[in-house]
């Protein structure tokens, strides 16, 4: 599951490597005593997408065990919200959002259980993978909390089945504040067009980043700096001399561009063009000789500030991570792939590689998935001690999962204030958190057919602009039931029910914790007109719902 400086993988990890053709991955081993938080099961990966035009992607599937599912009156969640079977997928709906069909997260504990700290919510923004497939759950940005129920969902799809897709959805800072960010577009063959979003505490989206220059911002990074701007990828398609590496003298290519943006100005601060420093030759996708084929021979996929003047930025197709100069655009290393400036100890070869950050200064952390086409066992999180005085890089900590998961694309690593891990298996419909000694504390899973670009763990303070919603329908012990939500309010600790004869004249019958997304309160009375009240720990109120005159 883990290594420090050994591991199983690093013997079949050489400095070198060839090539390995596609295969059924390892089987799966089973993840031991758990806790299970919701409903169990291990998937799979399913064979390769061609049909889909994602040449060697893959997503899961069922391992033909019997998965059980909840009642109506227990979601996973731990609310009145039920879960759904669908053909491919399960979604979660509930009594006072039936516009909301989010997809259901299993979630299960392993040994003590993870440390949540201040990093207390999960972001993701799941999505179907393939169009052949089908889902019953919504895609879009969403929220949980480390029991795997919902905090907040905004769903993209629209009532004829089409929608932007969103990716990239975490907590970051803008003038000095906390914002939810994510990038929204069309997507197809690994790359996006579209724009980056900045949404604050209410929800409500306060600026819109765009790329400079004809160019449209990629899915891969919208990341804010502390200046205030934002980095973006985007790829340019254009021609160049591909007979060195086996294609045409004038052959379609896309480069991967950085562009760096005042976010209030929509000012270009600086940019960067793969293809000005880093020939084709280097990547490990090769031309064809038909004039109508493009080649992606970099793929960027991240972007990470090193200092003030470098930047980290990964490419996938070349298998590496290069330290560019921002002042000249110089490569000052790379590291991976088939030119490596360093000398690689055993497991610290990686390829397809995303997610490439530093965790300090000599430290970095890179999701290497080793797939599509495959070329290990496994993808492994991985945590490199790189010194550039030196040119080395040894590996200081693998994470795999249990199941061998071996995830074709996407995927994120990240270093939690509890110093605990916290991985995204991409393609892969699973998340992990690990403890500081690398043992899996938590596990994740969306339903089949459903992934998220990058899932993170972060701290969130979320104040929708709106009021909480409120239903009632009468229960068997000749009262009523009422049901009391609010998307996306995290400091709701209790909710406060009135109902009466009058409008005029409610009086409170009950207050109860909040018990997920939604919350079911059982009253002695048929109304008919009730509502609720979200107060915070404190007693304070949050706001009101509606009065509502149930009919029943």
Do not use: C
């Amino acid at each position: 599951m883990t290594t420090d400086n050994q591991s199983d993988d690093q013997t079949d990890r050489q400095t070198d490597q060839q090539d390995q053709p596609d295969g059924p991955r390892a089987t799966r081993q089973r993840l031991g005593r758990r806790e299970v938080l919701g409903l169990s099961g291990v998937v799979a990966g399913a064979a390769a997408l061609g049909a889909a035009g994602l040449v060697g992607y893959r997503i899961g599937r069922s391992d033909g065990t019997a998965t059980s599912r909840v009642s109506a009156s227990a979601s996973p969640d731990g609310s009145s919200g039920t879960a759904n079977p669908g053909t491919a997928s399960t979604a979660t709906s509930f009594r006072t959002r039936p516009d909301l069909s989010p997809p259901e997260v299993i979630m299960t504990r392993a040994g003590a259980g993870p440390k949540i700290g201040s990093q207390k919510y999960i972001f993701l923004a799941p999505k179907q993978y393939t169009a052949t497939g089908t889902t019953s759950s919504q895609s879009g940005p969403m929220i949980i909390d480390h029991a795997g129920r919902l905090v907040w969902f905004s769903p993209t799809d629209s009532a004829e089945g089409q929608s932007d897709v969103v990716m990239d959805f975490r907590p970051q800072t803008y003038r000095g504040r906390p914002v939810l960010t994510w990038w929204e577009g069309t997507s197809a063959n690994g790359y996006g067009t579209g724009t980056g979003v900045i949404a604050d505490s209410s929800y409500t989206k306060i600026a819109t980043v765009n790329a400079v220059g004809n160019l449209q911002a990629d899915l891969h990074e919208f990341l804010i700096t502390a200046r205030n701007t934002a980095y973006l990828t985007a790829y340019r398609r254009t021609t160049t001399d591909l007979t060195a590496a086996g294609g045409l003298s004038k052959g379609n290519v896309l480069s991967g561009v950085v562009q760096e943006i005042d976010i209030a100005t929509g000012k270009l601060l600086f940019s960067w063009d793969s293809l000005d420093h880093v020939d084709p030759t280097a990547s490990y996708v090769k031309p064809t000789t038909n004039p109508g084929d493009t080649l992606d021979y970099f793929h960027i996929n991240s972007i990470f500030e090193l200092d003030n003047d470098t930047l980290l930025i990964s490419s996938r197709n070349t298998w590496a991570v290069y330290a560019v100069a921002k002042s000249s655009g110089r490569v000052l290393w790379r590291l991976g792939g088939q030119h490596s400036d360093f000398h690689h100890a055993t497991g610290t070869r990686f390829e397809w590689q995303h997610h490439a950050t530093q965790l300090r200064p000599g430290r970095l952390m890179i999701f290497d998935n080793a797939s599509a086409p495959a070329q290990e066992r496994q993808s492994r999180a991985l945590l490199l001690d790189v010194d550039t005085k030196s040119m080395t890089v040894a590996l200081v900590r693998a994470l795999t999962h249990p199941a061998g998961l071996l995830a074709d694309s996407q995927g994120s690593f990240q270093h939690l204030s509890t110093g605990e891990w916290f991985v995204g298996w991409g393609a892969e419909p699973y998340f992990s958190q690990f403890s500081t000694d690398g043992t899996l504390v938590l596990d994740g899973k969306l339903p089949d057919n459903v992934q998220s670009y990058r899932t993170l763990s972060g701290t969130w303070t979320g104040q929708p602009g709106g009021k909480p919603v409120i239903t009632a329908g009468t229960n068997a012990a000749r009262g009523s039931t009422v049901y009391a939500s609010w998307n996306g309010a995290t400091e709701v600790a209790q909710w406060t029910v009135l109902a009466g004869s009058k409008q005029s004249a409610l009086r409170q019958l009950a207050k109860v914790p909040r018990a997920g997304f939604e919350t079911g309160v059982a009253v002695d009375s048929t109304g008919p007109y009730f509502q609720v009240i979200g107060v915070d720990v404190h007693g304070a109120e949050l706001g009101r719902s509606d009065v509502l005159k149930a009919s029943f």
